[in-house]
Structure formats: C-alpha cells, structure tokens
C-alpha cells in the first residue's frame, strides 16, 4: 500500500460484499476481504476471483483476502460489513475489538434485526461502541452482478455527518459507479429493507401469472408502506423517491437477478417455504426482514397491508390465493392514507 492510499477492509464474501470491495479496489482503495472459509481466500488470492458468487469475474490486484479479521481489520479507513443482516449482532460482536479507531463502520446490509426490531447502523453503532457519525450506509439499485461487470449505477452513501459521507463517497465513485450523499440514514435503510418485503410481493404476484397492473400496484402501494413508515420515524419523505427508495425498489421488483423477487415468484407458483429455500443458493433478506419490519411497524402504530400479506404467506402458510383475497378485499380509502 503507498502512501496516501485509503484501506477498506470488507467483512464478507458474498456477491454484494465481493463487488463493493471491486468498487472500493477501482476507486484506488487497498482492499482486504474477510472471509470464514479457507478455500474461498485461496481462491481469490490465487485465481483472482470469487468462483462461489461471482464465477467468471476477474477482481482487481487490490483486492486480497484473508480468514484473519483482525488482519483484515488493521489500519482501515473503512470497514464495511457485509453479512446476512441477522448475523450481524454476534458477527461484529466478535470483531468490534479488532477494529482500528477511528475506522468508519460501513453497512451495506439491508434489513431489520428479529426481536429488536433495529435498523442495521442501530446495532452497529450499539455493538461496535462508536457514535453515529462514524456508521455509514451504502444502499440503492445495486444488484451485485451487474456492478462486478462494471454496468452503470449509482448508490446512495448516508451518514449522519456529511464530511463523512464525502469521504465515502469519494472512495467507492468510479465511471460506474456513482454515490450520491445523504444524511437522512433512517429513510435509506428504511428504504433498502422495505424493498426486500415488497419484492417478496411482486416475485408472488409475478408466479401466480398476475400481470403488470398487478406490478405497478404493488411497487406504488409498497412505497406508500415504506414513506409511511418512515415519516412515523422521523425520515425525510423526499428520500423515498430517491435512489434509496423508488429506485432500489423498481430494481428489485423487476429483475431476475434480485433474490426476493425469485424468491417471491418460487413461492407463487406453488412452491413450499422449505422448497423455496432450498433452491436459493444466498440470502433473501425479506424472508426473514417482513417478520421484523411488520414489528417496526406495528411499534409505530403504522398500517402496511402489503408486508402483513408478505408475512401471512411466508411464515403462517396462507396461501397465496387467499392472501391475494384478503388484500384486494380491503375496505376502499382514499390515495393518500
């Protein structure tokens, strides 16, 4: 590493995690990656790929790996955390004292925290003992195969402190990739975890052979779902028509390579819980996020009908079609409630 140049270590080799630290590593970053498995470093370390998540995509020399996270963790700007979002807690529980001071702690999870019902930068900050300004958030239409090929996005970079915020966004800015700056965490995350829930829905309708105007229902009356939420917890409503709301959530309703989505159509085309599971080779953050933001919801007194439906079919085994029933027989309202 020459002088000058930023580190970012990167907890987590999973496609998301692996194309950030590609992003980080093209913005001029020195990279490490931590992963669990021995194999998955020799891999990256000698074959210059990922070939579990990533197969076929090359990752820049800046990248390296290790199964050490204390030398992952050593020296970096930025410590990104990239882990299926319910194991977070003891995950960084276990690297919190490894962490170099004044490292900026970097989430790019997108979920909601069973039980305590907690945004992800909410137990970062709570477990890794640092103050909100040092937690950041990457979120927006990032879906991780199109970013390793170096296809055009762009992301949202919050953080509470906007010097912060400038300081990742100039890390991870590429001719791809492109972060824009924004303070308001709460309606980002919000924004990033409701999306999973509502793309549970929009992959069910689009297995049970619903049509468009089913789609374009779906993703409108989700953001509704979410901006409600949101103002209820003190985010900026602007934010969901952004990059971190609308954004994300048209990119995750209407590709293939979003895992809710698929994991939504498994289920509508009749599918079991169990056989959905099986066939999904990540996470799909809603699976288990629908059950923790219906929480959050129902803590702020917040009525989101979709993410009920999403968790009536995933976890108590409505049917789709009677869910479907239920949601469409909902008393008449007006637009905006």
Aim: charged share 20%.
């Amino acid at each position: 590493m020459t002088q000058g140049t930023t580190k970012a270590a990167v907890f987590g080799t999973g496609s998301w995690g692996t194309a950030f630290a590609m992003v980080l590593a093209d913005a001029g970053c020195d990279v490490t990656l931590w992963a669990r498995r021995p194999d998955l470093v020799e891999a990256v370390n000698s074959t210059r790929t990922n070939p579990d998540y990533l197969p076929g995509i090359e990752l820049p020399a800046s990248v390296r790996a290790t199964t050490d996270p204390a030398e992952a963790a050593a020296g970096a700007d930025f410590t990104v955390l990239a882990v299926p979002s319910q194991t977070l807690r003891d995950n960084l529980a276990a690297w919190a004292p490894l962490l170099a001071p004044d490292t900026v702690l970097v989430s790019l999870m997108k979920g909601v925290e069973l039980g305590t019902a907690k945004r992800m930068s909410e137990v970062v900050a709570e477990v890794a003992k640092v103050p909100d300004d040092r937690v950041a958030v990457v979120t927006g239409p990032n879906l991780a195969k199109e970013i390793a090929q170096r296809m055009p996005a762009a992301a949202v970079v919050a953080c509470r402190d906007e010097t912060v915020a400038r300081r990742l966004q100039a890390a991870c800015h590429t001719p791809y990739f492109r972060p824009y700056t924004n303070t308001d965490v709460v309606g980002c995350e919000l924004g990033g975890a409701v999306k999973n829930v509502i793309g549970l829905a929009v992959g069910i309708a689009d297995g049970m052979g619903l049509g468009d105007n089913a789609k374009g229902s779906l993703i409108t009356r989700g953001l509704a779902e979410t901006t409600r939420l949101g103002l209820a917890m003190g985010a900026d409503p602007l934010t969901f028509s952004g990059l971190a709301g609308l954004g994300d959530l048209v990119a995750t309703c209407s590709s293939p390579l979003s895992r809710n989505h698929t994991f939504g159509t498994n289920l509508g085309k009749g599918m079991t819980l169990q056989e959905t599971i099986a066939v999904t080779k990540q996470t799909a953050e809603g699976v288990k996020s629908c059950e923790s933001v219906l929480d959050l919801a129902r803590r702020h007194g917040v009525d989101m009908p979709i993410t009920e439906t999403v968790v009536g079919i995933v976890h108590e085994g409505k049917p789709p079609v009677v869910a479907l029933k239920e949601l469409m027989s909902r008393s008449a309202k007006a637009e905006r409630r």
